[in-house]
C-alpha cells in the first residue's frame, strides 16, 4: 500500500531544518504484514530528542530511514496467528524485546540483544525490512507516518479509553521517565527526589514521582520556561544547575548531556542514587571520583527505556492515568502536522519544547 511518511536523507544538515529540510515528507510503498506482524494506522506521534539525535548524528543510524519511534495507532491487519485483532489501539515501543535471549531475563535492567541489534540495522525484529526503496526504519516503529507495519513484539495493546495522544506517550516518554522512577528510583515516603533536565522524558519522570505519596520532587533545568511548567505540573521546587544546593536520595538525568550527569552526580546525597537515561553522544566523557562511590556508599545506574518490561508497565502507567494520578497530556506543548516536521526539530533542538504531537 502507498503511505505518507518523513525520511530522514541527510545527516548533520545545518540550521534551522526548517530551512535545510533533512527529512522529506513523501509517498512509499508499505508491504503487508509478515507472520507476526501488525499494520497498524497511526493516530499520533510524539517528536522526541531521540529522533533529533538521528537527524544532528548524535546517534548514528542507517539512512534513508522512515524516523519516528513514540507513536500508537489502531491495527488494521495481522500477518497469521495473533492474539490482537483489527481494531485494537496499541502503544509502539520503541526497543522490542525477544523475550528469549539472556538480556531478556533480567527483568528490564538490560536492552534486548536481538532488538538491540535489529535496530541498529534499521529493521524489524526479525530482521525484515517492509518499507520500499530502501528505506528503513526507525527503532521498528517509524511512526512519522499514517501506517507502519511493526512486529507484535513492538506493540503493547491498550484499551479504547486511552486516547491516541496519551497512549502514544507511553511508549517513550512515560516509559523511559517514569520506568526510571518505579524501577530503578523506587521511590519511598520521606525521600527528596530530584529530575535534572525537564523535557519530555524529565516532566514524565516527574509527574511519575509526583504520583507517590510523600515524595519531595526538585525539578532542575537551565530553562526558566521549563521551571515555570514544572511548578504549575507539581514541582515542589525549582532551581537552574548554579542555583541547585541540595542533595536527594534520588536524582534522575534526563538530558543526554555530560555535564548534566556531573550535575545529578554532585546533588545526589551519601548512600543515594544517581540514575541516567539520556543519551549523550558516543564521545562524551564525564569527570568523576570513584572514591565518592564507595566511601559514600552512592550509586550510579543507567537505565535504558526506564529499566522496563513494556508488556508489565505500560498498562501500570494506564491504571495511573486512569485514577488521575499521571496527567500524561499535559506534557504536550503542541500538536503539528507532519508536514510541519522539521520546523518541530527545530523547535526541539532550541529547547522550546516539552512534546509536539502529530496527530493524524
Known amino acids: 500500500m502507498r503511505i505518507r511518511g518523513a525520511v530522514l536523507e541527510t545527516i548533520g544538515a545545518s540550521r534551522p531544518y526548517a530551512a535545510s529540510r533533512p527529512l522529506s515528507v513523501t509517498e512509499l510503498e508499505l508491504d ?25 548524528g548524535n546517534r548514528v543510524r542507517p539512512i534513508p530511514m522512515l524516523l519516528g519511534h513514540e507513536a500508537a495507532g489502531v491495527v488494521e491487519k495481522v500477518g497469521g496467528a495473533s492474539d490482537l485483532a483489527p481494531g485494537q489501539r496499541v502503544v509502539m515501543t520503541f526497543l522490542p524485546r525477544c523475550g528469549e535471549c539472556s538480556a531478556c531475563a533480567t527483568d528490564g535492567l538490560a536492552p534486548c540483544i536481538p532488538g538491540s541489534a535489529a535496530n541498529g540495522a534499521g529493521t524489524l525484529l526479525t530482521g525484515a525490512v517492509r518499507l520500499g526503496g530502501g528505506v528503513l526504519h526507525h527503532l521498528g516503529v517509524s511512526g512519522f507516518a499514517t501506517h507502519a507495519v511493526v512486529d507484535r513484539r513492538s506493540v503493547v495493546p491498550v484499551d479504547a479509553d486511552v486516547p491516541p495522544v496519551v497512549a502514544s506517550l507511553l511508549g517513550c516518554a512515560v516509559l523511559t521517565g517514569g520506568g526510571a522512577v518505579l524501577n530503578a528510583g523506587e521511590p519511598k515516603p520521606g525521600q527528596t527526589m530530584a529530575i535534572v533536565g525537564m523535557g519530555g522524558v524529565g ?7 509526583l504520583a507517590h505519596d510523600g515524595v519531595r520532587v526538585i525539578a532542575v533545568d537551565r530553562l526558566p520556561d521549563k521551571l515555570a511548567l514544572a511548578r504549575e505540573l507539581g514541582a515542589h521546587e525549582t532551581f537552574t ?15 543526554g548531556h555530560a555535564g548534566a550527569l556531573e550535575t545529578a552526580i554532585g546533588l545526589t546525597a551519601p548512600g543515594g542514587r544517581t540514575i541516567t537515561v539520556g543519551l549523550p553522544p558516543p564521545d562524551a566523557r564525564i569527570s568523576l571520583s570513584p572514591l565518592s562511590l564507595v566511601a559514600e556508599g552512592r550509586t550510579l545506574i543507567g537505565s535504558y527505556l526506564g529499566s522496563a518490561v513494556p508488556a508489565r508497565d ?47
Open 314 to 360: 505500560i498498562p501500570r502507567f494506564v491504571e495511573m492515568w486512569r485514577a488521575g494520578r499521571l496527567p500524561v497530556e499535559k506534557l504536550v506543548s503542541s500538536t503539528i502536522a507532519l508536514d510541519e516536521i522539521n520546523t518541530g526539530m527545530d523547535e526541539l533542538a532550541d529547547g522550546r519544547a516539552v512534546r509536539q504531537i502529530i496527530e493524524f
Open 32 to 56: 503487508d504484514p509478515g507472520a507476526g506482524e501488525l499494520l497498524v494506522r497511526i493516530e499520533a506521534a510524539g517528536l522526541c530528542h531521540s529522533d533529533l539525535s538521528v537527524v544532528d
Open 241 to 255: 544547575p548554579e542555583q541547585a544546593d541540595f542533595t536527594a536520595q534520588v536524582v534522575i538525568e534526563a538530558v
Open 203 to 209: 516532566m514524565a519522570a516527574m509527574l511519575t514521582a
